[in-house]
């Protein structure tokens, strides 16, 4: 049996789960900024950082809907998943541009998580339209680095402001 990285109907049951699960963190980065806007508020790059985490989970539950619209061809799907992937990408890098204020080793750290939360969904996107490389395997792979970048965002939102 071969890998169906190219037949996204054989992947449904995980982009659902990665969609309830985007979903539901959103929700909770909502509670946690909502708990510590004022710190959050008078720390520069906090309030960019708390958008970065929103655009990762933001991007996994796009990148799952557009896996689960039925009956798209690889085609559609390699070019939603590159719009997607390079707006994420754009708005974050954005993001962390505008924080000068940081220590250079947080802001390679943010770019690195961004980065890894991104990117392979771009590499995902092309490998569709080229139909070898790896497929819907590099949007996995996106999927996971986007919800540890956003669980690591998280935490430093909810627990390490307060330290």
């Known amino acids: 049996m071969s890998f169906p990285a190219y037949d996204p109907s054989k992947w449904?049951?995980?982009?659902?789960?990665?969609?309830?699960?985007?979903?539901?963190?959103?929700?909770?980065?909502?509670?946690?900024?909502?708990?510590?806007?004022?710190?959050?508020?008078?720390?520069?790059?906090?309030?960019?950082?708390?958008?970065?985490?929103?655009?990762?989970?933001?991007?996994?539950?796009?990148?799952?809907?557009?896996?689960?619209?039925?009956?798209?061809?690889?085609?559609?799907?390699?070019?939603?998943?590159?719009?997607?992937?390079?707006v994420c990408l754009a708005i974050i890098s954005r993001l962390i541009k505008r924080s000068p204020h940081q220590k250079l080793e947080w802001t390679v750290g943010r770019a690195a998580l961004a980065a890894c939360g991104t990117v392979p969904f771009l590499l995902g996107s092309i490998s569709l339209l080229a139909h070898r490389g790896g497929g819907l395997g590099w949007v996995v792979a996106g999927l996971i680095a986007a919800l540890i970048g956003a669980v690591v965002n998280a935490w430093v939102l909810l627990v390490e402001i307060l330290r």
Do not use: D
Request: proline share 5%; glycine share 8%.
């Open 12 to 86: 449904a049951y995980l982009f659902a789960a990665s969609a309830s699960a985007s979903a539901a963190l959103t929700g909770l980065v909502f509670v946690a900024v909502s708990i510590n806007l004022r710190p959050i508020l008078k720390n520069p790059g906090l309030p960019e950082r708390a958008l970065e985490t929103l655009i990762l989970l933001l991007g996994v539950l796009t990148a799952s809907i557009f896996v689960l619209i039925p009956g798209q061809g690889t085609t559609a799907l390699g070019i939603e998943l590159a719009v997607q992937s390079v």
